[in-house]
């Protein structure tokens, strides 16, 4: 018997799942314990609550994965701020103290805090670290229905990907394309959802909820100002506009400057049409960009299933277009497509990529 248990933290949405021989035993959001919507510490209940399932103590169990790879991440923040010196120094007098206490050194404070939950735990030995967007893909795909799908994972950022396209086949999952840091689809809504008042990794469904009530007439803007789109999907941001790479906003003067007016203030009203046709303009970039990457997706590989994780899969309307689009004839959206599906696929990458296990395929999914 091989038993993984996956762990998803110290962002947002933190997790824990455990599969058991290639079987998800159970998996759960840390939210769902301590009611703190998006909770991100380190998810002691859920970790409680899935090992209790299966009726193991820690010390049973024989891996355990984290979702991503934090030396890797801080690679990232480093390049960054070096790159763009000596603009962002705020920031990373703000982010350094942090990194240097705690998140560099992951694998103690994971250790700690296991041992913490049973002191039967076996220790750091035990412990795997998976790429953020292999996580993703991982669990877009190993649950899935198919044996063979292409798989692609959309979200603000991992260590340096922002997006990624695998193909899955069997029990092998291998990514083949990236699209790095700072150009990303995720962060792009993001910087919309900060400067339409809401908060950042929390209020985006607000954004889309918002966009039916208004017209996209900032669509062609977007498009010639913020995103350079190529016909592949690929595409580029234009960084003069954005502050989230050095800095402690996600958008700055001349965002506003392009858009005639400052970012709204958090919690006031949201009345006027300005702000419903600004929402719409985003979701109809969002929709004109992933469906150019689809149908590029499905012409280049010509598989009929698609998989989707990461936070942009969340964007049900989106998906809807995808599905509705037809390039691909099945689709599969992993159902915590955001950072806790990553719980799912740190364990499941374990499972099948470090240790070659067979997967077993269910007619509808894994789930």
Same mark, same amino acid.
């Given at each position: 018997?091989?038993?993984?248990?996956?762990?998803?933290?110290?962002?947002?949405?933190?997790?824990?799942?455990?599969?058991?021989?290639?079987?998800?035993?159970?998996?759960?959001?840390?939210?769902?314990?301590?009611?703190?919507?998006?909770?991100?510490?380190?998810?002691?209940?859920?970790?409680?609550?899935?090992?209790?399932?299966?009726?193991?103590?820690?010390?049973?169990?024989?891996?355990?994965?984290?979702?991503?790879?934090?030396?890797?991440?801080?690679? /990232?923040?480093?390049?960054?701020?070096?790159? *763009?010196?000596?603009?962002?120094?705020?920031?990373?007098?703000?982010?350094?103290?942090?990194?240097?206490?705690?998140?560099?050194?992951?694998?103690?404070?994971?250790?700690?805090?296991?041992?913490?939950?049973?002191?039967?735990?076996?220790?750091?030995?035990?412990?795997?670290?998976?790429?953020?967007?292999?996580?993703?893909?991982?669990?877009?795909f190993f649950p899935s229905p198919f044996d063979e799908a292409v798989v692609l994972t959309l979200d603000g950022v991992?260590?340096?990907?922002?997006?990624?396209?695998?193909?899955?086949?069997?029990?092998?999952?291998?990514?083949?394309?990236?699209?790095?840091?700072?150009?990303?689809?995720?962060?792009?809504?993001?910087?919309?959802?900060?400067?339409?008042?809401?908060?950042? *990794?929390?209020?985006?469904?607000?954004?889309?909820?918002?966009?039916?009530?208004?017209?996209?007439?900032?669509?062609?803007?977007?498009?010639?100002?913020?995103?350079?789109?190529?016909?592949?999907?690929?595409? /580029?941001?234009?960084?003069?506009?954005?502050?989230?790479?050095?800095?402690?906003?996600?958008?700055?003067?001349?965002?506003?400057?392009?858009?005639?007016?400052?970012?709204?203030?958090?919690?006031?009203?949201?009345?006027?049409?300005?702000?419903?046709?600004?929402?719409?303009?985003?979701?109809?970039?969002?929709?004109?960009?992933?469906?150019?990457?689809? /149908?590029?997706?499905?012409?280049?590989?010509?598989?009929?299933?698609?998989?989707?994780?990461?936070?942009?899969?969340?964007?049900?309307?989106?998906?809807?277009?995808?599905?509705?689009?037809?390039?691909?004839?099945?689709?599969?959206?992993?159902?915590?497509?955001?950072?806790?599906?990553?719980?799912?696929?740190?364990?499941?990458?374990?499972?099948?990529?470090?240790?070659?296990?067979?997967?077993?395929?269910?007619?509808?999914?894994?789930?």
């Open positions: 018997m091989t038993t993984i248990l996956g762990i998803s933290a110290f962002y947002h949405d933190s997790a824990a799942a455990l599969i058991v021989d290639g079987e998800i035993v159970a998996a759960a959001q840390e939210e769902r314990f301590s009611r703190r919507k998006h909770d991100a510490r380190f998810p002691e209940n859920a970790i409680r609550y899935v090992v209790g399932e299966a009726n193991l103590t820690l010390g049973e169990v024989d891996y355990i994965s984290f979702y991503d790879k934090p030396f890797l991440k801080f690679e /990232r923040l480093l390049e960054t701020y070096v790159g *763009n010196a000596p603009r962002g120094f705020s920031s990373f007098r703000s982010a350094m103290p942090v990194w240097l206490r705690e998140k560099l050194f992951q694998k103690r404070l994971l250790t700690k805090a296991l041992k913490r939950i049973d002191p039967s735990f076996r220790g750091p030995t035990t412990l795997l670290f998976t790429e953020h967007h292999y996580s993703h893909a991982a669990s877009a991992g260590e340096w990907a922002t997006g990624t396209v695998a193909i899955g086949q069997g029990n092998e999952c291998e990514i083949l394309k990236e699209i790095h840091f700072p150009h990303s689809l995720g962060l792009l809504y993001s910087a919309f959802t900060y400067y339409l008042g809401f908060r950042v *990794n929390s209020g985006e469904y607000k954004v889309m909820g918002l966009a039916p009530y208004g017209e996209p007439v900032y669509k062609d803007l977007i498009f010639k100002e913020l995103i350079d789109l190529r016909p592949d999907g690929s595409f /580029r941001m234009n960084q003069q506009y954005f502050d989230y790479a050095t800095g402690l906003r996600m958008t700055n003067d001349r965002f506003a400057d392009l858009f005639g007016r400052p970012a709204r203030e958090p919690e006031s009203e949201l009345l006027e049409q300005f702000h419903m046709d600004l929402a719409a303009s985003l979701q109809a970039v969002t929709e004109g960009v992933v469906l150019t990457m689809t /149908r590029a997706l499905a012409k280049e590989y010509g598989i009929p299933n698609l998989c989707l994780a990461g936070g942009v899969a969340l964007n049900c309307v989106a998906n809807g277009k995808i599905l509705n689009d037809g390039a691909f004839s099945k689709l599969w959206i992993h159902p915590a497509a955001g950072d806790a599906g990553g719980a799912v696929g740190a364990a499941f990458a374990a499972y099948h990529r470090e240790f070659g296990k067979p997967r077993t395929i269910e007619p509808t999914d894994s789930m």
